[in-house]
């Protein structure tokens, strides 16, 4: 009669002691750890939307390259017309406000958790300084050295996004 009761006992103990059923419809896989989470779910869909919002500043980058270019080459020119150059720089600094437009929304959408939140941030900086140098332009070859500053950071900031896109999908 002792034995019986130290059995039950025992399965007792093992059966309070095991872990409750997962819910099967509210997990996905961790790829991270092997385990399953709701978190990664929501994650990896933010992640998506996140290298979406990273493609479109990258279009913006190129635009930004090809709004220099314009620049440089009414700059270029012996007799620098002011309306061109006018126009040029403020189609240019439309560009650089855009760009800096899409990467809020994509620092809002990654948060402080996505692996790419300390590239955007190298970004926003990156950002900031172009806009102050293209805000700085005159209208004369003197601007020649600032432009090729500028071509140089927008083609760093284009590698940045890129590698900002890459870790905002690891683990999706």
């Known amino acids: 009669m002792r034995y019986t009761q130290l059995v039950l006992s025992l399965l007792f103990t093992f059966a309070i002691a095991l872990p409750g059923p997962v819910q099967l419809d509210a ?5 991270f750890s092997g385990t399953v989470s709701k978190v990664a779910a929501v994650d990896c869909n933010n ?4 290298a979406e919002g990273i493609d479109k500043n990258i279009a913006a980058q190129k635009q930004e390259q090809a709004d220099v270019a ?13 309306a ?7 189609k240019f600094l439309n560009t650089i406000q855009s760009g800096i437009d899409i ?12 692996a790419a939140s300390a590239g955007l941030a190298k970004v926003a ?8 140098q293209a805000q700085s332009l005159k209208g004369s070859k003197a ?21 900002n896109k890459e870790d905002a999908l690891k683990g999706c």
């Open 103 to 114: 990467r809020k929304n994509n620092q809002q959408i990654a948060g402080a958790n996505n």
């Open 27 to 31: 997990v996905a896989p961790d790829h």
């Open 70 to 82: 314009a620049v440089k080459d009414v700059v270029n020119k012996d007799n620098v017309n002011a």
């Open 125 to 132: 900086n990156a950002q900031a300084k172009e806009l102050s």
């Open 47 to 50: 992640a998506k939307l996140l």
């Open 143 to 163: 601007d020649l050295d600032t432009i090729g500053q500028l071509e140089t950071a927008f083609a760093g900031g284009i590698k940045q996004n890129e590698q």
């Open 84 to 90: 061109q150059f006018d126009e040029a720089k403020k």
